[in-house]
């Protein structure tokens, strides 16, 4: 399946996913720049803050507590599709689904 990953410099890399892991995996696997991923998908750092694009946000499972407490101290903007990479499950329902990055981490 394809994912798009919308970089801070407007540039889009298309990738190719497979079901089961986290899109921070994915994002890391693919060398996208502005996803650090410090905690290594513990939920513990927010460095992996993406937006998800609105199509999508209804196939996703909610945020959980600490993925919300976690939002609440994100560098960028929060925004309604904002999520941590590191708890998005990749699945086939997603194909096609566009990331965007934010401009900072931190």
Known sequence: ???FFRQGD???KKTEAKAGGSVMQLA?????RGIEAEC???CACATCHVYIDDAYLHLLTPPAQDEEEML???AAE????SRLACQVIV???LDGM???VPDRQF
Not at 28 to 32: D, L, S
Not at 78 to 81: I, K, S, Y
């Open 1 to 3: 399946m394809k994912f």
């Open 91 to 93: 699945s086939d329902a």
């Open 98 to 100: 566009v990331v965007e």
């Open 40 to 42: 290594g998908g513990a």
């Open 28 to 32: 890391i696997q693919e060398n996208i």
């Open 78 to 81: 929060r925004r309604d599709g």
């Open 72 to 74: 609440e101290g994100v």
């Open 10 to 12: 407007g540039s889009v």
